[in-house]
């Protein structure tokens, strides 16, 4: 279970994540000089979650080892649109606390979701943090049982308030379940949500759909047609069960990211084992707005490639963002792909997946609470990234 978790969960570098913006900006008009950074300190720093902000520059939250007031830190850091340094926070207690989704939120501020070790109810517990707009601490909430509670997407809802996926250990059917918390623009808990069955099921993505609803995309053990499946969950505004579809085949898939594509329906991108060139290939998976499977791609090569982030673009095609270790100058490489409209590409291999339905849904009743500590540290920082092309 810790083992499968953690691959679940497993963030790129903060490194890689800032190069990514120099190969994003090397295929569209810039409006500011490409860049490659690199922040921390002696010990491991980690970005999970990257946005441009509305001033044009940048933020990123992870955790850090480095700096901060226990074993690991929530790590936030605001680059300027060169990606140079304007400031960088630590919030945390003396255990271990990190960072997995970050947000702007309208009044300039950030909002961070992630889990924590040192305040809760719990082992471990969902931890949400909102800072203002210069990265000073307004409020923490802690939501959880007496068990580990992970967030991996945050969003903010129509309301003003805040949805947030994860998996729970603490409440559901089974190992652990997808968990879906929504709280108010206080951060004060509104609802809580698990979906899934007997074995493990965790929520990886989250968005809020154009009906106002939720949809979910992440992993399942519990159901489908092989070790695991990506897993995608709808919900009402409400959070009212209204479908899960699982999809894949005898080996593990997963789903990392989720969107709502310009015909109503949905995109995920993931890993599969069970189809492609090699060891694991990306997962890019279309289903219409009732979930039915429309297409399924796969990308990669001999060894090991991974899909976290997907857009889809003014063209209606799709870009995904990732990493290879197949292709590139390293031993992995930071992996951006181009899609068209129906998931063709220049390194692209068609599969056909098996699409299923089956969840539970509870309604737990989960503890909340707050804590944290705000330090300012002065990290190093360094650059570097080279540029391969794969396609002709």
């Known amino acids: 279970m810790k083992t499968l978790m953690k691959t679940l969960l497993k963030p790129l570098s903060l490194a890689l994540f800032v190069a990514a913006t120099l190969l994003t900006q090397s295929a569209c008009n810039r409006t500011s000089p490409p860049f490659c950074k690199a ?16 001033d044009g520059g ?35 207690g003396p ?34 943090v909102k800072l203002d ?5 307004q409020w923490t909430k802690t939501i959880g049982g007496l068990n580990r509670d992970w967030s991996s997407s945050l969003i903010q809802t129509s309301d003003g308030g805040y949805a947030i996926a994860g998996h729970t250990e603490s409440f559901g059917a089974g190992e652990a379940d997808v968990y879906v918390v929504k709280l108010d623009a206080k951060g004060n808990l509104q609802w809580t949500k698990t979906i899934g069955g007997k074995y493990t099921d965790a929520g990886l993505s989250l968005i809020q759909t154009s009906d ?20 995608v969950v709808k919900l009402d505004a409400n959070g009212n069960f209204q479908w899960t579809k699982t999809i894949g085949e005898l080996y593990s898939e997963e789903g990392y990211s989720l969107i709502q594509t ?10 599969t084992k069970s189809f492609g060139a090699g ?24 060894s090991d490639e991974k899909g976290y982030s997907l857009i889809q673009t003014s063209d209606g095609g799709y870009v995904i963002a990732g990493y290879t270790k197949s292709f590139g100058a390293g031993e992995t490489d930071v992996y951006v792909i181009k899609l068209d409209k129906n998931g063709n590409a220049c390194c692209a291999v068609s599969q056909t997946s098996q ?25 190093s920082t360094s650059s570097g990234g080279t540029l391969t092309n794969q396609c002709p």
């Open 58 to 92: 940048y933020a990123i939250a992870g955790y850090t080892k480095s700096f901060g007031a226990g074993n690991y830190d929530v790590y936030v850091i605001k680059l300027d649109a060169n990606g140079n340094l304007q400031w960088t926070k630590t919030i945390g």
């Open 355 to 379: 699409v299923r339905s089956r969840g539970r849904l509870g309604s737990p009743t989960s503890s909340i609470g707050s804590g944290g500590t705000l330090t300012t540290p002065t990290p």
């Open 133 to 137: 707009a210069k990265g000073n601490l």
């Open 95 to 128: 255990e271990s606390e990190e960072g997995n989704s970050l947000i702007q939120t309208p009044d300039g501020g950030y909002v961070i979701a992630g889990s924590t070790r040192s305040f809760g109810a719990g082992e471990a517990d969902v931890y949400v």
């Open 212 to 231: 106002g609803g939720y949809a979910i995309a992440g992993h399942t053990e519990s159901f489908g047609a092989g070790r695991g499946d990506v897993y």
């Open 279 to 302: 060891g694991e290939d990306v997962y890019v998976v279309k289903l219409d707005a009732n979930g039915n499977l429309q297409w399924s791609k796969t990308i990669g090569g001999k």
């Open 39 to 54: 922040i921390g300190g002696p010990e491991s720093e980690e970005g999970n979650s990257l946005i441009q902000t509305s």
């Open 262 to 271: 310009s015909d109503g329906g949905y995109a995920i991108a993931g890993a």
